[in-house]
């Protein structure tokens, strides 16, 4: 998920009673649930760097104890008074802990389970960024303090608002749920066509930011990929409007494509003659995760030559 959501959901599960685990809970939440990101700092070592570290080590259970550390000792260095490390280490882990389970609901995943297994772990229900999400738990966060402001003013008294807190995150889980059940309807109703005059072999439904009902299709068959950027679970099927990208029969088996496969999914090749050198291709592999080919946001491309070497990558 994106910064904000994972920022969000620090606050609110402060405001929901967690605060009260330590007085730098709401710090130590916030901070922990954006701490696995720091891999984004890998993207200085270019895209490669990028795709082994991102969403891998620091997102892994082995990690979340030592990032939860961490974020404990940042704030003890700034907050030292009435600090307590049995209280407040527990209230990190929390905030650590939610930003790989939020991940996992989304397309890109996480690798949970590194350095034992490399294997990308996704459930595919939930957008990058959801519009949803976002509305919902700033409500949690917005709510209670538009209330204090209010009664302040007035001169009353106000709880906490743990309570509209609690109902955000409820809600949240609530939406998410829902999410889950429309993806496997479109799962379903993927699967239960046939396309290019075949079963197909694997299906997979990608979500959209703001209107649950409406998912990207993906379909693949023996010799081809499929991609349906409109899939409406509110709308009659319709069988012809995908896209097909047919297989190649030869795939250079070198890097950087080799590194590329081992983080897609859902690979898809365009190959076309290299203009200025006889007998070489130019080579593009992306994910149709992201994108179709030409717009996807995670993509790979290489002039390869006659020898099938790797003349000038582009990543």
């Known amino acids: 998920m994106d910064p904000l959501t994972h920022t969000l959901t620090g606050v609110v599960l402060s405001r929901a009673g967690l605060k009260r685990m330590a007085p730098q809970a709401t710090w130590l939440l916030v901070l922990g649930a954006n701490a696995p990101d720091l891999d984004v700092i890998s993207g200085l070592g270019g895209q490669a760097a990028f795709l082994q570290y991102h969403r891998g080590p620091t997102h892994s259970l082995v990690a979340m104890p030592l990032l939860a550390l961490l974020v404990t000792g940042l704030v003890w260095a700034v907050r030292r008074k009435r600090f307590h490390w049995g209280r407040a280490f527990p209230a990190a882990l929390i905030g650590v802990a939610s930003n790989p389970l ?18 990308w772990i996704s459930f595919d229900f ?38 509209m807190a609690v109902a955000a995150l409820c809600l949240a889980a609530l939406y998410g749920t829902g999410k889950y ?29 703001a209107n649950p009902f409406r998912w990207v299709g993906l379909v ?37 494509f080799r590194s590329f496969l081992e983080f897609a999914r859902w690979p898809v090749w365009r190959v076309t003659p290299a203009a200025d050198m006889e007998g070489a291709v130019n080579v593009e592999l992306s994910d149709l995760r992201f994108g179709p080919p030409g717009e996807s946001r995670f993509k790979v491309a290489a002039v390869v030559d006659a020898g099938g070497a790797v003349s000038d990558p582009r990543r």
């Open 102 to 119: 939020l991940d996992l609901a989304n397309a890109y995943g996480v690798r949970l389970l590194w350095p034992f297994s490399s294997r």
């Open 126 to 163: 939930l957008a990058f960024f959801d519009v949803w999400i976002w509305l919902l738990l700033a409500l949690g966060v917005a709510v209670p303090w538009l209330l204090h402001f209010v009664s302040r003013e007035m001169g009353a008294q106000t709880g906490p608002g743990s309570g």
């Open 181 to 209: 059940l429309l993806h496997e309807r479109a799962v379903a109703v993927l699967d239960a066509r046939m396309y290019q005059g075949e079963i197909p072999l694997r299906v997979a439904a990608m979500p959209l930011p």
């Open 220 to 256: 693949e068959g023996r010799g081809f990929l499929e991609r349906r950027p409109e899939l409406n679970l509110l709308e009659e099927f319709d069988p012809s409007g995908g896209r097909i990208y047919y297989k190649p029969e030869n795939t250079p088996r070198v890097e950087p």
